[in-house]
Every structure is written in C-alpha cells, then in structure tokens.
C-alpha cells in the first residue's frame, strides 16, 4: 500500500516528509444522483456541461491536475501520510520473511500482472473517461473524471519517489521498486470509485487493489513495504482527487479562485492581508 540477496531496506530517513505508504475497478453503470440530478428537468437541445460538471471539464483539466497535484501536499493529508508511513516503515522489517513465504506462483498473479501493467491500465482509465463524457450520469461522469486525474497524478508521485528513492527490486530487475506503481494505480482507482458510490462498490474495488499489491509480490517485484506505500500514495491521491473537484462551482465562477482581503496590523507593520483559495 518471492536468490540469496542482501535485504534493501527503504532508505526512511532520506524522505521524512514524503514516507508515503488500486483497483481496477469494473465498469459501473451511470446512475442518476437522485434529487439532485433529476430537479432541472428542462426541455433543451444539449447538456450544458459546464454547468453540471463544475470544475469537471475538459478545458479545466490542466488546472485540475495542478490543483491536485499540490492539494496532495496539503495539511488535509498529514494525518493520513503519518499512518502510511508508520505502517510501511514497519512492514519493511517484515520483507524478508514476506518475500520467503511467498515462494512460487500464483496463477492469477500473472493475469494482475498484465492487467495492471502501463498500457492495459491506461486503456482501462482512458476507455472509463470517455464514457463518462458520453455519459448523462453525472455521478458516472465525475468518477469517470476523478479517475483520469488521480491516475495521472499518482503516476507522477509515484515515478518521482522511485527516482528519488532508488530501491532495488527484490528480483535486482532494477532500482525502481519503492513505491509499488501497480499497488499505487490500483488504490487511486479504487479509492475514487468508492468516494463516488460508497462501500459496496467501493469494498470489491479495494479488494482488487489488495490483490494486485499480492501479485507484485508473489512475482518478485516488490517487497511488502513497496505495495504498503503504494497503498498509501494511492488512496490519498484518489481521495484528494474526489475532494478537491467536488468543491463549490461557486468557487470557479471567476477563473477557478477565489480573493478575499483583510486588515493587517503587527507590531511593526501595518497594511492588508490577501487570500486566495483554489
């Protein structure tokens, strides 16, 4: 969130404030989102997008992304960054131990294994947004929408720390194994999909993305603190996501921020304060 080999520990203390500990998620059928969909029931010739979407438009995607991609840095996130990293900082003592019993192969490991690689995940998201955009569900078109954010997003991490980090792979493929891209991918998906429709659709979705951290480790490609941290990195992305493209259409009426201004007064200084919220 399996050669005899010197055991790589995660380098802990090289990232203290980035110790970062989904799903591939079936296709869900658009549903209405009740009452709120349904009151404006207008006679038109096309769906204002714009006006049902909220932030959730092509044109605004770019400053989605950027939005998203600081808003994971946020104070929102500290609580939740703290327990993935305890938890994968102490599952990497487990590592050793985890990868020996995990010996042999699964069989479905290697179905997760093509699956959640780069290109059939990236069908699989991009297949999801352009659905959403033929889609009148608004519920399935903002999931559909989130999901090409975080996944775009949790790339980004993902590939920075492995950059960053340089931990060698349990099979010595390479030294990109900390954190788990499919784990991280997997959770991202799998967290948007259950911020939009809840736990019953979101419980399948996280277990397929537990799944997928179990197949990386019985292929030998990661330890068992990789797919914790991939884990973490991924479901605070997704939720991030979810969180900040649900905000108010109020607070992009006028270029996608809002200004506020204030009386400053210290004690050697005097003047206005300026606040601007994305």
């Known amino acids: 969130m399996i050669g005899c080999r010197t055991t790589t520990r995660a380098p802990w203390a090289s990232w203290p404030t980035l110790t970062l500990a989904l799903a591939l998620a ?3 059928h658009a549903a209405e ?3 709120a969909a349904a009151a404006p029931q207008q ?3 096309a769906r204002p997008v714009a006006d049902t979407d909220g932030r959730r438009t092509l044109a605004r995607l770019p400053a989605n992304l950027g939005r998203t991609a600081i808003g994971v840095l946020s104070t929102d996130n500290i609580a939740p960054f703290i327990a993935g990293g305890a938890i994968a900082a102490g599952s990497s003592y487990l590592d050793e131990d985890v990868r020996t019993a995990a010996t042999g192969q699964l069989g479905w490991s290697d179905t997760f294994e093509t699956a959640g690689g780069p290109v059939y995940s990236t069908l699989f998201v991009a297949g999801m947004f352009t659905a959403g955009r033929l889609s009148h569900g608004t519920r399935f078109r903002a999931m559909t929408y989130d999901m090409l954010d975080g996944a775009i997003v949790n790339f980004a991490y993902t590939e920075v720390l492995k950059l960053a980090i340089k931990r060698e792979r349990p099979n010595g493929e390479d030294n990109k194994s900390f954190p788990s891209g499919h ?4 959770f991202a998906l799998a967290s948007v999909v259950e911020a939009h429709y809840g736990w019953k659709i ?3 979705s996280y277990l ?3 799944l997928m951290g179990v197949s990386r480790i019985h292929q030998d ?3 068992l603190s990789d797919v914790v941290a991939g884990a973490a990195l991924g479901t605070i992305v997704g939720r991030t996501v979810v969180r900040l493209n649900s905000r108010s259409l109020e607070r992009v009426a006028s270029g996608g921020a809002t200004l506020s201004v204030s009386p400053m007064v210290a004690r050697h200084a005097r003047g206005l304060s300026l606040s601007v919220v994305f």
């Not at 784990?183 to 997997?186: D, F, I, R, V, Y």
């Open 43 to 45: 006679v038109e010739p």
């Open 202 to 204: 979101g419980v399948p």
């Open 208 to 210: 397929l993305a537990g």
């Open 26 to 28: 079936a296709p869900l």
């Open 221 to 223: 490609k990661h330890w």
């Open 33 to 35: 989102d009740g009452p």
């Open 183 to 186: 784990t991280s991918n997997a």
